[in-house]
Nanobody, 124 residues
Framework: QVQLIESGGGLVQAGGSLRLSCAAS????????MGWFRQAPGKERAFVAA????????SYADSVKGRFTISRDNAKNTVYLQMDSLKPEDTAVYYC?????????????????WGQGTQVVVSS
């Protein structure tokens, strides 16, 4: 059974930074793309970033491009989301997800395992 455990969320002032981590177990980590999604109150879940199994290909939502960086350490079975220049509109529950295959895609239904989520609050 695949398990994904996120950590690193919290409260930060606008302009600040946070780094989210997601530790994975249960299958060969490097064989699968990984993604980060977020869900703000009253809104649908939205794609944030994704990374290929090797880490060589990444994709970002336009709203976070240039501010967020996704990376992975396959030796540690962990994917990260470095979030800089945070804005109040980044406030959401952030979820990591493991893809069904190697492709870097932005659609949630392509991901078959999800973490429990970690809350990020950005104050103005």
């Amino acid at each position: 059974q695949v398990q994904l455990i996120e950590s690193g969320g919290g409260l930060v002032q606008a302009g600040g930074s946070l780094r989210l981590s997601c530790a994975a177990s249960g299958r060969t980590f490097s064989d699968y793309a990984m993604g980060w999604f977020r869900q703000a109150p009253g809104k649908e879940r939205a794609f944030v970033a994704a990374i290929s199994g090797s880490g060589g290909i990444t994709s970002y939502a336009d709203s976070v491009k240039g501010r967020f960086t996704i990376s992975r350490d396959n030796a540690k079975n962990t994917v990260y989301l470095q979030m800089d220049s945070l804005k109040p509109e980044d406030t959401a529950v952030y979820y990591c997800a493991s893809a069904r295959g190697r492709a870097v895609l932005t659609t949630g239904r392509y991901y078959d395992y999800w973490g429990q989520g970690t809350q990020v609050v950005v104050s103005s």
